[in-house]
């Protein structure tokens, strides 16, 4: 079988129909596109949107994942909505944890499974970019050392922050907290996130998708201002797919 051409090129596809045949029924996706730009209110369930999905990526491998999209309406200059969800079926690999720590605090981060822990030396080997990870911790006794590593872990949003909760007393629950839980952020009021591998059936993949979404609606109902942010729509899409509407809001 052929793989279409436009299927490996940008994601806006709907001017491209491919229709599917076999066990899904013979209709193109121009169609629903036509129908989703009329009704509003459009939307298909999960098992629907994976059949598309994993046909438009017959060429793509199980590591492949599946991206919930998520439109929020919000307002410019709020904060952007951030937090953190445990998938019910993990997928993704064990993060890389560093805890910023000394004394006791530096041992029982390493003991909990840190990759990297320590004072002025780690702070030595993050500013020459000898190491790298994907979550930052820091113990109250290394607050610190803070400053100085500002500039290098800020724009990658992995400098610690008591309001974050990533400066903690407890560091051992901490850094295990940190190993299971995956870390989402709104950017222009859209919280792209994958949710589940290539291979899931329906049943795995809604379970993570309603996971992030109560996540995502715990944490807005708690945002700190007058201005009420809410779901405004849902889309999910696959490794070089268009993304197909869901019906949760």
Known sequence: MSIPRFIFG????WNNPLKIKGTLPYQTLRSYAKKSKESPSFSMTVPEVTK??????????????YVLSVGLRTRRGLPPVRGKVLFPHPFLETPKVCVLAVGDAQREALEHGATYAGGENVVQKILAEEIEFSKCLAHPNASHLLPKVAK???????????????IVEEVG???????????YREANGVINMPVGKLDYDEKLLQDNIEALLNSIRN???????????????????????????LPYK
């Open 10 to 13: 940008k994601r806006n596809l």
């Open 152 to 166: 290098t872990l800020g724009p990658k949003h992995l400098l610690p922050a008591a309001k974050r909760g990533t």
């Open 173 to 183: 629950p901490a850094v295990e907290a940190a190993m299971k839980m995956t870390d």
């Open 219 to 245: 944490h807005i109902s708690q945002l700190p201002t007058k201005v009420k942010v809410t779901i405004k729509k849902t889309h999910l899409f696959a490794s070089n797919t268009i993304s197909l509407p």
């Open 52 to 65: 598309y999905l994993r046909a438009l990526s017959v060429s793509v491998p199980f590591e492949g994942s």
